[in-house]
T-cell receptor, first 114, second 117 residues
Framework: DVKVTQSSRYLVKRTGEKVFLECVQD?????MFWYRQDPGLGLRLIYF???????EKGDIPEGYSVSREKKERFSLILESASTNQTSMYLC?????????????FGEGSRLTVL | AQKVTQAQTEISVVEKEDVTLDCVYE???????LFWYKQPPSGELVFLIR??????QNEISGRYSWNFQKSTSSFNFTITASQVVDSAVYFC??????????????FGKGTKLSVIP
């Protein structure tokens, strides 16, 4: 059964803390994505990566960075968490472009920043 | 610019009723793909269907059906005889071709469907 696994389902952090969200996929997909989901705003793309060590900014990259050292793993980093980063974070993967491709999503990581 | 509009923010129906979720899209590309995803309370978005811009055939899968009309730029989703397990947030999405290093996938804001027993 193919899978995208996010390391933490629920996290509570304090303002100013450094936060790591980890995502691993077992489908040998080239593309990986981090989305943020907020009520009334839908899914917004933070960053995506189309290859190891490659990354591209999405729609809302401010306050975030990413790391992709291995093909199967894509990490989202909040260098100094703020309360407005309280949200649901979704990781996804897909085949390389061009593709018709649907995304495969993890279960999400709900982050609360106090 | 691409845009996906799901005008219905929340819908409530009584079990066994039929319900249609609307999706209207905008793009200048002639080749594109449309998707529907389901997000149950567990959180994981699940792919339901993909349609390419050259295939306007409607599709039925069990209680689910999709109506794609290029003339109105719509890709609506109907659930027949709804069940409590259909309660979820449903997202429509539009993808246009892109080369390496770019990605063009736009999600609508989602429609939350509640099916009441």
């Amino acid at each position: 059964d193919v899978k995208v696994t996010q390391s933490s389902r629920y996290l509570v952090k304090r303002t100013g803390e450094k936060v790591f969200l980890e995502c691993v996929q077992d489908m040998d997909h080239e593309n990986m994505f981090w989305y943020r989901q907020d009520p009334g705003l839908g899914l917004r793309l933070i960053y995506f990566s189309y290859d190891v060590k490659m990354k591209e900014k999405g729609d809302i990259p401010e306050g975030y960075s990413v790391s992709r050292e291995k093909k199967e793993r894509f990490s989202l980093i909040l260098e100094s968490a703020s309360t407005n980063q309280t949200s649901m974070y979704l990781c996804a993967s897909s085949l390389a472009e061009p593709n018709t491709g649907e995304l495969f999503f993890g279960e999400g990581s709900r982050l609360t920043v106090l | 610019a691409q845009k996906v509009t799901q005008a219905q923010t929340e819908i409530s129906v009584v079990e066994k009723e039929d319900v249609t979720l609307d999706c209207v899209y905008e793009t200048r590309d002639t080749t594109y793909y449309l998707f529907w995803y389901k997000q149950p309370p567990s959180g994981e978005l699940v792919f339901l269907i993909r349609r390419n811009s050259f295939d306007e055939q409607n599709e039925i899968s069990g209680r689910y059906s999709w109506n794609f009309q290029k003339s109105t730029s719509s890709f609506n989703f109907t659930i027949t005889a709804s069940q409590v397990v259909d309660s979820a947030v449903y997202f429509c999405a539009l993808k246009t071709p892109s080369g390496a290093g770019s990605y063009q996938l736009t999600f609508g804001k989602g429609t939350k469907l509640s099916v009441i027993p």
